[in-house]
């Protein structure tokens, strides 16, 4: 190899990395459990707010393992094995929640699936809140009726607090013990449209540095 290929494939090497670096950044997610694969239970467990890691919530919720003793009313997992059933005990409304660490003025990506149970009412709600711990950001309402399969909404936030928090609340069923899965709860930093265009450059120079070298 040619001392000013050595170069080029040093600096491509460099440049790859770099780019495979930020994605891996990119794609871990802020939240503790958002997949709610931990603790493993079997079959599905009625779990207090203190048996929760990573998640508060106003009361015990219902954890599904359908890898033990699978159910005959909900999905497959969207991710894991696990995943999370808002209504869960006589009661409510249940909300679950987790607060992060935020970077104000930072947009994050929060991405979820969720299903309704299947064999009872379809026509289930539930509300998903992204803002500041006092409760001053946005709430959108979805309605859930999506039974045996998962749907998977996308959002984009922008931090108002050094502390953001999201939660998912239950409208309807307000009550009882059935209703509104969710699984694989994801917050990232969203990848910002100067780095990525940056990463173009870097690499069309490359692509030039190629070319001249050829010449
Ligand atoms: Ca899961």
């Given at each position: 190899m040619k001392k000013a290929q050595l170069k080029t494939a040093l600096l491509t090497s460099v440049v790859v990395a770099a780019a495979l670096g930020m994605s891996s950044i990119a794609s871990a997610s802020i939240l503790t459990n958002g997949s709610f694969e931990n603790p493993g239970v079997s079959g599905y467990e009625f779990l207090t707010p203190e048996e929760l890691l990573g998640w508060k919530s106003t009361g015990d919720v219902e954890f599904w393992n359908r890898d033990i003793g699978a159910q005959p009313n909900g999905p497959a997992?969207?991710?894991?094995s696990q995943y999370l059933e808002?209504?869960?005990?006589?009661?409510?409304?249940y909300s679950i929640f987790q607060s992060f660490d935020s970077v104000i003025g930072t947009i994050y990506e929060v991405s979820f699936a969720y299903s309704a149970r299947a064999n009872t009412n379809p026509a289930e709600e539930f509300s998903f809140y992204f803002g500041d711990v006092n409760g001053s950001g946005d709430t959108f309402n979805i309605a859930n009726g999506n039974t045996n399969d998962w749907t998977n909404p996308t959002y984009n936030f922008m931090a108002t607090s050094e502390t953001s928090k999201i939660a998912f609340t239950a409208i309807v069923p307000s009550t009882g013990t059935v209703g509104n899965f969710l699984d694989n709860v994801i917050v990232i930093d969203a990848p910002e449209p100067g780095t990525l265009a940056l990463l173009g450059l870097g690499l069309a120079g490359l692509g030039a540095a190629r070319r001249r070298q050829k010449s």
């Open positions: 997992p969207a991710d894991g808002l209504n869960s005990r006589d009661g409510g409304p």
